[in-house]
Each structure stands twice: as structure tokens, then as C-alpha cells.
């Protein structure tokens, strides 16, 4: 996921399950934490966190709530994630979509612990977000 205006940038990754296969209490969500990876970079100075603060069923949520917006079906969308550490939200802004974007850095020993970046997506930059989230969806599937 990458998302740009002017001054600043945040790419995100999804890189893996927080815990390995197997591993977690199967009545509860543990195994179905998502590690996500950020670059963030604000006027030049470049920050690399990584954060387990999305969940598989969230990620599925996200995507779908996306494409509802593209699809002109809603005017807005806003994550409710379970932990607040990252959170996006986008409405329709004439040819394209006004996307504000949050994410917690939990290991910044000075300066701002959070980026925050609000930009402008066109209607090819939402597909592209949209084909790369369908396939983190494919890649990280909810496990048992």
C-alpha cells in the first residue's frame, strides 16, 4: 500500500502473520494478526517501524470497504480496526478519492511516534491499491 502527497510518503507492507503456524490459542484472534512493515518518509528523513496491528478479517474488511467506495456504491469509508494503530479512511472527491492514512511507529525514540498522511488517489491509483490488497486477502487468509 503507498500513499503520497507533497511533503511526505508511507508505504505499508503486510509481510507476514505475527505468530508462526500453529501457534496461538485457536479460540481466540492471536493467529490472525498481520505484521505490517512501514517506510515513512517526511520531508526527506526516512523511518522504517514494523507494527502487528492488523487483523485478517480486517484486512478483508478494508478491501471490500474500498471497493464499495470505488464502485460508487458508498461516498465514504473509515476503518474500525481492533487496535487503533493504524486506521485509514477515504470519500469520494470528484475524479478520484480523498484518503487520510495513520500508523503508529512503536519503536521512534525521538520526534513523532505516528505518520500521517492525507492525499489524493485518482481512479488508477485506487485500482492498483485495490488489486494489491484482493491479493494480500488471497496470501493471508483467515486460519483456523
Not at 507494527?51 to 470505488?70: F, R, S
Given at each position: 500500500?503507498?500513499f503520497?502527497?507533497?511533503?511526505?510518503?508511507?508505504?505499508?507492507?503486510?509481510?507476514?502473520?505475527?505468530?508462526?503456524?500453529?501457534?496461538?490459542?485457536?479460540?481466540?484472534?492471536?493467529r490472525?494478526?498481520?505484521?505490517l512493515?512501514?517506510?515513512?518518509?517526511?520531508?526527506?528523513?526516512?523511518?522504517?517501524?514494523?507494527?502487528?496491528?492488523?487483523?485478517?478479517?480486517?484486512?478483508?474488511?478494508?478491501?471490500?470497504?474500498?471497493?464499495?467506495?470505488?464502485?460508487?456504491?458508498?461516498?465514504?469509508?473509515?476503518s474500525?480496526?481492533?487496535?487503533?494503530?493504524?486506521?485509514?479512511?477515504?470519500?469520494?472527491?470528484?475524479?478520484?478519492?480523498?484518503?487520510?492514512?495513520?500508523?503508529y511507529?512503536?519503536?521512534?525514540?525521538s520526534?513523532?511516534?505516528?505518520?500521517?498522511?492525507?492525499?489524493?488517489?485518482?481512479?488508477?491509483?485506487?485500482r492498483?491499491?485495490?488489486?494489491?490488497?484482493?491479493?494480500?486477502?488471497?496470501?493471508?487468509?483467515d486460519?483456523?
Amino acid at each position: 500500500m503507498f500513499f503520497q502527497n507533497e511533503a511526505s510518503s508511507l508505504k505499508l507492507d503486510v509481510v507476514s502473520y505475527e505468530l508462526p503456524e500453529g501457534v496461538g490459542d485457536p479460540e481466540s484472534d492471536d493467529r490472525n494478526w498481520l505484521t505490517l512493515r512501514a517506510t515513512w518518509n517526511d520531508d526527506g528523513e526516512i523511518v522504517k517501524d514494523s507494527n502487528a496491528c492488523l487483523l485478517t478479517y480486517e484486512l478483508q474488511e478494508l478491501t471490500a470497504g474500498l471497493k464499495v467506495l470505488n464502485a460508487g456504491i458508498r461516498d465514504a469509508y473509515e476503518s474500525e480496526f481492533t487496535e487503533p494503530y493504524f486506521s485509514l479512511s477515504a470519500r469520494a472527491d470528484g475524479d478520484g478519492f480523498a484518503v487520510s492514512v495513520a500508523f503508529y511507529l512503536p519503536n521512534i525514540m525521538s520526534g513523532e511516534d505516528t505518520a500521517e498522511l492525507t492525499c489524493f488517489m485518482d481512479k488508477a491509483q485506487m485500482r492498483t491499491l485495490l488489486d494489491e490488497l484482493t491479493a494480500l486477502c488471497a496470501k493471508f487468509p483467515d486460519r483456523p
